[in-house]
């Protein structure tokens, strides 16, 4: 069945209830709803709270009030990302069913003293692109026999995917569909970069990158509008797609707002704080001046 809305493109803004919004989030909450106004498309909020030792119900609360002081209005019910690990999980069950994903078991410590061992010797570990150390090959090349016993034996572990064995599944090139500079660019995705990314833990049955395609495909996202921060993600988020025969959304990565002194702003940066400035006396009129809208 055809939904009413099929027709019309579909925006949404996506934050996580870790910390209070800033200035930052406002450009991009406010880009997305400005953008669905002007082409009679669909404004959704959704809340990506899948890190539940991070994300709390106050935060929540202030993301609500933050933008609905700002004047925006959002479809209702909001997408809450921890009332749906069913859909996720299912997800990750299609590309274990693929062979694109393996139990990884290394922790955190094992990986971190394995990289300072082998800097230690003057050599650098490759990194993603976020300055992260990728994955070491040790559970990838693991034999079925070893990791049957690994998990019989309750060792705990994460699934992460095997990016190289995923790229060979893909029979065209990947890419994206890119506006972010003004004009539509195709850009070649290259997910590789970003090495055996992790799928889900054994604390967290999903990561970002899953379960944001999972949710913009379940959502029809048109066009995912976000901070420039997350365009090398998007790599990643497109080879998931086309691994899941999901459809691909228009991205649309933007400046990211500084603070004062040149850098990206963090959620426990309060002067730059969406309730902190309006306990200020700022307007919303104020704060898209200062974002530069
Ligand atoms: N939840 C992500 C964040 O708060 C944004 C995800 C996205 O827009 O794809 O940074």
């Known amino acids: 069945m055809q939904s009413k809305h099929s027709d019309r ?31 009679g498309g669909r404004f959704l909020l959704r809340i990506e709270d899948i890190d539940l030792a991070r994300c709390t119900p106050e935060f929540e609360e202030m993301i609500y009030r933050d933008l609905a002081w700002l004047g925006l209005d959002w479809e209702i019910p909001v997408r ?15 590309l274990r069913e693929m062979g694109v994903v393996y139990p990884a078991f290394l922790t955190r410590g094992e990986v971190k003293s394995r990289v300072a061992e082998y800097e230690a010797k003057g050599t650098t570990w490759p990194r993603d692109p976020d300055g992260s150390p990728l994955y070491p090959d040790d559970d990838r090349t693991r034999s079925e026999a070893e990791r049957a016993d ?6 705990k572990h994460a699934w992460r995917l095997d990016v190289g064995k995923a790229v060979a599944l893909i029979e065209k090139p990947l890419t994206w569909q890119e506006t972010g500079s003004g004009q539509t660019d195709i850009i070649k995705a290259d997910p590789a970069i970003w090495g055996d990314v992790i799928l889900s833990r054994s604390d967290a049955p999903s ?52 603070g004062g002194d040149g850098r990206k702003l963090s959620k426990s940066e309060g002067s730059t704080g969406i309730a902190a400035l309006r306990k200020d006396g700022l307007s919303p009129a104020d704060i898209r001046r200062l974002v530069g809208l």
């Open 9 to 39: 493109p579909v925006f949404r803004f996506a934050p996580s209830p870790n910390g209070f919004l800033h200035l930052g989030h406002a450009l991009s909450a406010l880009l997305n709803h400005d953008m669905a106004k002007a082409t």
């Open 207 to 258: 990561s970002y990158h899953l379960s944001v395609v999972v949710d913009d495909a379940l959502q029809g996202i048109t066009h995912v509008v976000r901070g420039q921060d997350l365009y090398a993600a998007t790599a990643i988020h497109r080879l998931l797609q086309e691994l899941l025969g999901l459809p691909q959304p228009v991205y649309h990565h933007h400046r990211l707002t500084l």
């Open 150 to 155: 690994l998990m019989a034996r309750g060792v």
């Open 80 to 94: 809450r990302q921890s009332e749906h690990f069913d859909a996720y999980r299912e997800a990750l069950d299609r």
